[in-house]
């Protein structure tokens, strides 16, 4: 049976997820920021919250962890290369580990860059990955803690995935991030028709998360370091994608677009 995932918008441009298992009835949230919009959603619709998983320390990933474990007594699991940051933590994952909720495995990635300590979580058997603000739909994260190597090492790790993995990605930063992405490839026609897409959505106030690998692979400037016409918009023909990445996350962190 397929996990059951709803999508909980929080804060400003936050996603938060529910994932049950629906032969053992465990449910965990992925990085709670808020508790009272879970606590609802729980309510509406009959579940018990027995986990949270964690991708990393900010606190709009982690703010809800210790009420909801006091409210609930959840279980909390989060990256053991950053342990000490997660609040009320209880058991810690690393890269190439497995964990399961209830009788759904969620394989683990260490993917740091934007945090030191980030972590995704990979349902093989329902394609789907929850991977926190490592890779957002058009974008990534900003590289508060790490470096370029780190970032294109991380990003690497989903690549290799199947191009039907849905990304649960943790922002609505789609269409800002799409405008970003016509500057340094505007010839893209994916990147044209996707963003034509992601227009409509967001009059609409309708989600852009989740998106597939496959389109992101399409048109994310930053699974596309090697695309000659992004290497010419940043200043580096032929160079090497590490140094592409590193320029083109440079040059978003300056965009105001």
Known sequence: ????????????????????????????????????PVL???????????????????????????????????????PRADRDRIPGIDIAVGDGES?????????????????RGHIAYWFADDRALFCGDTLFALGCG???????????SSLSKFMALPDDTRIYCAHEYTESNGRFALVIEPGN??????MNEVRRKREKNLPT??????????????????SPEIQKSVGLMGGDVV??????RALKDEFRG
């Open 1 to 36: 049976m397929p996990l059951d995932i709803v999508q909980i918008p929080v804060l400003s441009d936050n996603y938060v997820y529910l994932v049950r298992d629906p032969k053992s009835d465990k449910t965990a949230v992925v990085d709670p920021a808020v508790a009272e």
């Open 40 to 78: 609802q959603e729980l309510n509406k619709r009959g579940w018990v919250l027995t986990h949270i998983l964690n991708t990393h320390h900010h606190g709009d990933h982690v703010g809800a962890n210790e009420e909801l474990k006091r409210l609930t007594g959840c279980t909390i699991v989060g």
């Open 99 to 115: 964990y399961f909720l209830g009788s759904a495995e969620a394989k683990v990635f260490d993917v740091p860059a934007h945090t």
């Open 142 to 152: 900003r590289l508060f803690e790490g470096t370029p190597q780190q970032l294109w």
């Open 189 to 194: 026609a994916a990147l044209q028709a996707r």
């Open 209 to 226: 998360v989740p998106s597939t690998l496959g389109e992101e692979k399409a048109t994310n400037p930053f699974l596309r370091p090697d």
């Open 243 to 248: 140094a592409v990445l590193g320029k083109t």
